[in-house]
T-cell receptor, first 112, second 112 residues
Framework: DGGITQSPKYLFRKEGQNVTLSCEQN?????MYWYRQDPGQGLRLIYY???????QKGDIAEGYSVSREKKESFPLTVTSAQKNPTAFYLC???????????FGPGTRLLVL | EDKVVQSPLSLVVHEGDTVTLNCSYE??????LLWYKQEKKAPTFLFML????IEKKSGRLSSILDKKELFSILNITATQTGDSAVYLC????????????FGKGTRLHILP
């Protein structure tokens, strides 16, 4: 089945630790995105990538890093520099020529 | 500054009622307006609107766009408890690196 997968579903981070969230898609979409969602707030864009080996910062990129070595994969690393990482993280993808984005199931990150 | 504003922020109605959710926008280079439904996890795509005055329908849900007045509405008739969710409006822009601007959402709760 085609779709977007994210793992893990829940992730616990200790203080000072870097953690990586996985996002994979088999939809052959060129563009991929990472959003953060906090309670009562809309989606905020962290990073996005339009093609392999290229990515741009979104509105809240500080404390995060990404890579796009393969078209199918867009992992997000939450670094120790991100002081308030507890949130719901959503990955999305879209074809370049169509606006609608399709979302993965999300990863909930909690800080211990 | 580009923005998407949804109203109301939250809404509680009884099963069987009809609801109208609003989305207004101020963005440069508008390409399309998107509606998503978000229950516990990832948003699911509902509608993409590109032309004014053409209603899109899917079962009890319908949506229309007014590009002159810069707004869209999402109607849900004969609401059911399964319609309880956050409804997100987003605007896709031409030539803006495929980014989408999301509103903060309307939280809809349907009472049995």
């Amino acid at each position: 089945d085609g779709g977007i997968t994210q793992s893990p579903k829940y992730l616990f981070r200790k203080e000072g630790q870097n953690v990586t969230l996985s996002c994979e898609q088999n939809l052959n979409h060129d563009a991929m995105y990472w959003y953060r969602q906090d309670p009562g707030q809309g989606l905020r864009l962290i990073y996005y990538s339009q093609i392999v080996n290229d990515f741009q910062k979104g509105d809240i990129a500080e404390g995060y890093s990404v890579s796009r070595e393969k078209k199918e994969s867009f992992p997000l690393t939450v670094t120790s520099a991100q002081k308030n990482p507890t949130a719901f993280y959503l990955c999305a993808s879209s074809p370049r020529t169509v606006g609608a984005q399709y979302f993965g199931p999300g990863t909930r990150l909690l800080v211990l | 500054e580009d923005k998407v504003v949804q109203s109301p922020l939250s809404l509680v109605v009884h099963e069987g009622d009809t609801v109208t959710l609003n989305c207004s926008y101020e963005v440069t280079n508008f390409r399309s307006l998107l509606w998503y439904k978000q229950e516990k996890k990832a948003p699911t795509f509902l509608f993409m609107l590109t032309s004014s005055g053409i209603e899109k329908k899917s079962g009890r849900l319908s949506s229309i766009l007014d590009k002159k007045e810069l707004f869209s509405i999402l109607n849900i008739t004969a609401t059911q408890t399964g319609d309880s969710a956050v409804y997100l409006c987003a605007v896709d822009q031409l030539n803006r690196d495929d980014k989408i601007i999301f509103g903060k959402g309307t939280r809809l709760h349907i009472l049995p």
